[in-house]
């Protein structure tokens, strides 16, 4: 099944849409949750069985699948992107000119949409509201529930083209290909080592700084690395287990 986009609430679909007609009577029974017209994958985030769009709530899938196929596209004219409202145009058109009018009162980071701010906001409150129905793993970001479900939906879109080896995300995929190129681009400042991974880097200046922000919450011994923290979990319940 793919899972190709996600569609914030207030957001609009783009040329991908849909385009379904509903009846009230559709409309009606998509509300009650008829099965034939959507899924519900996880918590708030809804499927249209049409085109396998995501979405976070059912009036917004209403309103993709009852989309009139003769309303005016709002073009990007940068790139082929293309969209039903101006102000989605509008929003989309600050990635290219790099205009970040949302800012974090926490970090002072800036952002060019709203609800990037919103799911950077949810890093400092440990929020994670989207919850996968399948494992119950949850994440603070929409993008990154959906990525996820990938792995179980065994969609492997992204692959190398060196080896053809097959990857869910294509972050895996960009590490996979530094494989191949021998290329370490993250250096340490402290010693002469270098790492293809900047998860590896980080785990590696631990080594340095001493910290170990991985504690066990049965006995309060800390770790450096969250596999380490794994592997001694499974010393005191084996049914203990952590994200």
């Keep these: 099944v793919e899972t190709e986009k996600v569609l914030q609430n207030g957001s609009s679909p783009e040329k991908e849409r849909c385009t379904v007609m509903l009846s009230k009577k559709n409309r009606d029974n998509i509300v009650e949750g008829n099965p034939r017209l959507f899924t519900q994958v996880a918590e708030n985030l809804f499927k249209c069985n049409m085109c396998h769009t995501l979405f976070s709530d059912t009036q917004t899938l209403v309103s993709h699948l009852d989309i009139n196929e003769s309303e005016r596209l709002f073009d990007c004219h940068i790139c082929t992107k293309s969209f039903i409202y101006k102000s989605n ?28 701010l919103t ?20 994440y603070s970001r929409k993008s990154t ?3 996820h479900l990938r792995i179980h939906n065994n969609d492997r879109r992204y692959q190398c083209f060196v080896c053809n080896k097959l990857f869910s995300q294509k972050i895996h995929l960009n590490d996979h290909l530094l494989v191949h190129s021998n290329e370490k681009p993250f250096g340490c400042d402290t010693c002469s080592k270098a790492f293809s991974r900047k998860s590896h880097l980080t785990e590696h200046l631990r080594t340095h700084s001493l910290e170990k922000p991985f504690k066990c919450n049965v006995c309060s011994r800390s770790f450096s690395r969250k596999s380490n923290l794994k592997v001694h979990l499974s010393t005191h319940d084996k049914s203990k287990t952590i994200e």
């Excluded at 949302?102 to 002072?108: A, H, M, P, Q």
């Excluded at 799911?119 to 949850?138: D, K, Q, V």
């Design 145 to 147: 529930l959906v990525a």
């Design 89 to 116: 145009l509008s929003e989309h058109l600050r990635l290219h000119t790099n205009v970040r009018p949302f800012t974090c009162t926490v970090c002072n980071n800036s952002f060019s949409r709203r609800n990037t």
């Design 119 to 138: 799911g950077h906001m949810r890093t400092h409150s440990h929020e994670r509201p989207f919850t996968c129905l399948i494992c119950n793993r949850a």
